[in-house]
Each structure stands twice: as C-alpha cells, then as structure tokens.
C-alpha cells in the first residue's frame, strides 16, 4: 500500500518543486513499458528470454502473450456509464496487456472502458501497428493474423491442430500468471477493491502499477500471493482483414511443428 501511494503522488499536479521533480521521474519510468517507436525491438541479450516461450510452452517464433483483464472502478458520470460496464455487469476498464516469458509488461493500454472487445481494444492501440511482421499469443478473443496466433478450438485429440492449440496454451499462461502477480502486489486492481477515481485517473494508477510491477520483477522483489483473476474469454468479433492469411499462417506452423 505504501508504494501504491507513492505511485499515486507522482500524478499529482505541478504545484511545487518537489512534485515536479516526482513528476520528472514518472516520465523516465514510464520508459520501462517501452511506448517507443518499436516497444518490442531486443538486444541480443534479450533473446534467452524470448527463448523460454518455446522451452516452457514448445511453441515456436513467440515473443509476447497478450490478453485483456478488467479493473473495476467506481461508476463515472452518468452520461458515460453505459461503456465502462462490461460483460460480468460491473464498471471496469479493459486493461490490454503484453507480456513476455518473464510476465515483466512489455506494453499496457488502459484507455478503454469494460464494454469495449478485447479486439477493439488491441486495433485501437498504438502497438497494433507493430504486430505486422511479428507474433503475439492471444486468446480466441483476438482475430486470427499472421503475427497473433489464436487457439484451434474443439479439435480431435491426438491430432497436430489439437497439439497446436495445448502447445498454445501452455504457452499463453504466461499472461494469466502474470495477472496474477500483478493484482497480487497490487490490491487496488482487483475486483472486490475498486478504484474510486475518475476512469482517466483510474487509467493512470493501473500504468503506475504496472511500472512498479516490472521494477519488482527486475530488481527480483519476491510476491508471496498470487490474485487468481476470473477468466473471461470474450467471443470473436469479425474482422475479415488479413485473416485468409492469419489461415495460412496458423497451418504452416501446425505442418511444420505439430505434424508428426
């Protein structure tokens, strides 16, 4: 809680030398969520990392796993109420995330209310610019691309594109577990807490901790409690772009890493 506060602090306004300096600080640390020209470009020392996707999960070419997670928050003006309350009937934010095989945050977006798809949220975001030569793990929620692989759902056991989606899964868990640590250390972004702040307010809290939550995990700063967050796979919505490719993709690397 004492950190949560600090991080709360460092939004406040300018109104003296030291919250400006606080504020400085804020703007240098919110580097550590790379909202760079490319946030997902690594140094060579960077692709054991990358490497511990395909040993933990044995799925190939994946650098981030990607799913959204909701952050309840106190109902905001009436005009506005209708976009933040989402499936489960309560007001959220839908939180976007990427991670890697370290659950550290690789990109986060929390500009969009409960009511918005996980997949409008993922093509209204900066990053979704990026994705075009590169692969991310995303649940059946997101539209199938060539580089945002998604499950084969209700395949026959035994058979490669049912090995693909097990190797898919294994290796997407990795965002549930990082939810997990994240709303472990972090109390306020579970459910039953609520953020009691404007949604703008409440947006920049949730990009707070996740700062803090990547600082914890490099200065490897043990987390005793892991929050089991409620698992919420919204349906696909269409999205006819690309997907024929997405298709094609998909099957190559069934043919190529699950056919026996």
Partial sequence: MEIFMAAALILEE???????????????TRMLLRDALDPFSVSDSQFRKLYRFFRNGGFPGVIGAIDGTHV??????IEREHLFINR?????LNILVICDSNCEILAVNSAHGGRTHDARVLRSSRVFTHLEQRHREGDSAYPLLPYLLTPKL???????GARYTDHHVRTRVTIERCFGI???RWRCLRKERALHYSPQFAALIVNACCILHNMAIRWRIPNDERYLDEIDIEPPIPYNIAEETGEQTQTRVIQWYFTN
């Fill in 14 to 28: 300018e109104d003296d030398e030291e919250t400006f300096e606080r504020n400085q600080i804020m703007r240098v």
């Fill in 72 to 77: 309840a928050i106190f109902p905001p003006e």
């Fill in 88 to 92: 489960k009937l309560y007001h959220s």
């Fill in 154 to 160: 209700n395949q026959v056991e035994g058979t490669p």
């Fill in 182 to 184: 994240l709303k472990g």
